[in-house]
Each structure stands twice: as C-alpha cells, then as structure tokens.
Nanobody, 125 residues
Framework: QVQLVESGGGLVQPGGSLRLSCVASGFKFSSYYMGWVRQAPGKGPERVAVINREGGNTGYTNSVKGRFTISRDNAKNTLYLQMNTLKPEDTALYHC??????????????????WGQGTQVTVSS
C-alpha cells in the first residue's frame, strides 16, 4: 500500500532553517509528480510546492518563493523540502503528497490522492 512518511520538523526561531524529508513506498515514486501541502491550525490545506517526475521543474506558492526549495532523489524514493528564512506564519503541519492531477506550476495547482501523517514545523522565538 502507498506510504508516505515525513520527518525533519521541529521548533525553530524566526530566520532559521529546516529540511523536511518524505520517504515513499508502495508505488513507483519516479512515475509521479510530488508535492508538499501544509495545514495551519484552524485553516484548510495549502499547496506549498510541487516537483515533476525527474526533478527538473518546480513550483511554489507565492509566500514561500525564494525561501523554500523542493527536491527529490528517485534512487532513494525520497522527497525533500529545504526551508530557509522561516517566519512565524510558516508554522503548520507539513505533509508530502502524491500528485494525481497536475495543472500548473503557478499556485501551484494540483490535486493529490495520498498524503502522509505530517511533520510539525513551529516557528517561534
């Protein structure tokens, strides 16, 4: 069965950095676009980033452009999110997601059929 297991979250001060990882299993990882979705308390899910199958094309929501970088290692079935210059408004539960339909890198615009249990990121002084 499809499994997505995130790690790397934690408590960090504003301006700090974190690197999230997501190990995928139960499907052919290299055949899918992948994304990161976050959910802050009391808010709906927000698509943060997306990456194509080979890792050569990426898209981000406007609020994280220039600060976050999505990447993947298909040999390791692993998705990453490097987060720099973190802000309190980045506080959320971060999930990796398997993309099922992709409509564009702006936004980014996609739907997903599976996501992991998430890893908590808290940005606070």
């Amino acid at each position: 069965q499809v499994q997505l297991v995130e790690s790397g979250g934690g408590l960090v001060q504003p301006g700090g950095s974190l690197r999230l990882s997501c190990v995928a299993s139960g499907f052919k990882f290299s055949s899918y676009y992948m994304g990161w979705v976050r959910q802050a308390p009391g808010k709906g899910p927000e698509r943060v980033a997306v990456i194509n199958r080979e890792g050569g094309n990426t898209g981000y929501t406007n609020s994280v452009k220039g600060r976050f970088t999505i990447s993947r290692d298909n040999a390791k079935n692993t998705l990453y999110l490097q987060m720099n210059t973190l802000k309190p408004e980045d506080t959320a539960l971060y999930h990796c997601a398997r993309v099922i339909t992709f409509s564009g890198y702006d936004g980014p615009d996609y739907t997903y059929d599976y996501w992991g249990q998430g890893t908590q990121v808290t940005v606070s002084s």
